[in-house]
């Protein structure tokens, strides 16, 4: 088709969700509350594990390391949420929404990738304890890192890429934030060729990363089984317990919204299963690896005695 005749959008209408009176006051309020929580639960566990030598591990690292990743995941598209929600459909450049689109986007695979390494390290310390810490360096430690880093905003670039240079014709976005699906409704053009090459890359991504995650979990609980002690049994599964709830919740909602059926996105239900991943995710990891873990209680108590003995 001649994209020449084609009057182009420089400026995109964010829909949101459609509230009123008090409903949308409780909207508002809970979740800005939940965004707050959010930011200061997160910081909590990156301050903590810094500032607690009994955190040095290479699992505190790397869970800091999704703590601040969540951080920044969740000031992508909560702030246009708040502001759909206390202003009804909101303007936002069509420059910025496709930036918006490629950092959520970029967070997503890195977090994907990360959740892997993760498993890769309880599986270390598992099932090769006596090499665990030769493995896991430091050094392995950052370079796993910046990997993870590196694979999620290379993947990245090939959706928020071709999705940027579709020519749009429409405005509105059926949603709080720049995603994929919503977008690409409101191009020109038939999508339904891009549609499949997005859902081939992000799910060859998660589909990967989830069988890798499982197989490491396979021979965890194989060599789980073979402890001689319930105790010890009880132990080595407490330390994945929290892992394996993060990777439900990320891996369920996100198959659900980008490999799922057309129909989800069709009725808009995508917008709310989109909070999980994009609110109640990283609200809800550092309850989940706080909440449960003595290691933690304890470094917050040593912690807050430094720093009542400084302040007295």
């Not at 951080?71 to 949420?81: E, I, R």
């Not at 997503?108 to 493995?135: K, N, S």
């Not at 490491?216 to 394996?244: D, E, M, N, Q, W």
Request: with cysteine.
């Amino acid at each position: 088709m001649d994209h020449v005749n084609y009057t182009w959008t420089r400026t995109f209408i964010l829909a949101g969700f459609t509230t009123s009176g008090t409903l949308q006051h409780l909207a508002v309020f809970g979740t800005l509350c939940i965004y707050l929580l959010t930011l200061a639960g997160n910081l909590f566990i990156i301050v903590l594990i810094q500032a607690d030598s009994g955190l040095s591990t290479p699992m505190y690292f790397f869970i800091s390391v999704l703590s601040f990743l969540e951080l920044w995941y969740v000031s992508t598209t909560v702030p246009t949420l708040l502001h759909t929600l206390l202003h009804g459909p909101s303007p936002i450049p069509s420059s910025a929404c496709f930036v918006q689109l490629y950092v959520f986007h970029s967070l997503g695979m890195t977090e994907c990738y990360l959740l892997g390494v993760m498993a890769l390290d309880r599986y270390l310390a598992i099932c090769r304890p006596l090499h665990y810490h030769a493995l896991m360096s430091r050094q392995v430690q950052k370079q796993l890192v910046g990997v993870t880093w590196l694979a999620g905003f290379s993947a990245a670039l090939v959706p928020a890429g071709l999705t940027a240079s579709l020519p749009y014709c429409l405005k509105e976005v059926a949603h709080y934030f720049c995603d994929l699906a919503p977008v690409m409704q409101l191009a020109c053009v038939d999508t339904s060729w891009h549609a499949r090459l997005y859902i081939a890359v992000i799910g060859m991504i998660n589909t990967c990363n989830l069988t890798f995650i499982l197989g490491l979990y396979g021979g965890i609980v194989r060599a789980v089984l073979k402890l001689p002690s319930a105790a010890s049994r009880a132990k080595a599964f407490s330390t994945c317990s929290s892992h394996i709830t993060v990777v439900t919740l990320f891996f369920g909602s996100a198959f659900i919204v980008y490999v799922g059926p057309p129909e989800i996105r069709a009725e808009g239900r995508d917008k709310l299963i989109a909070l999980v991943y994009t609110l109640l995710t990283p609200f809800f990891n550092p309850i989940i690896y706080t909440l449960r873990n003595k290691e933690v209680k304890e470094a917050f108590k040593r912690v807050t005695q430094r720093i009542n003995a400084v302040l007295k």
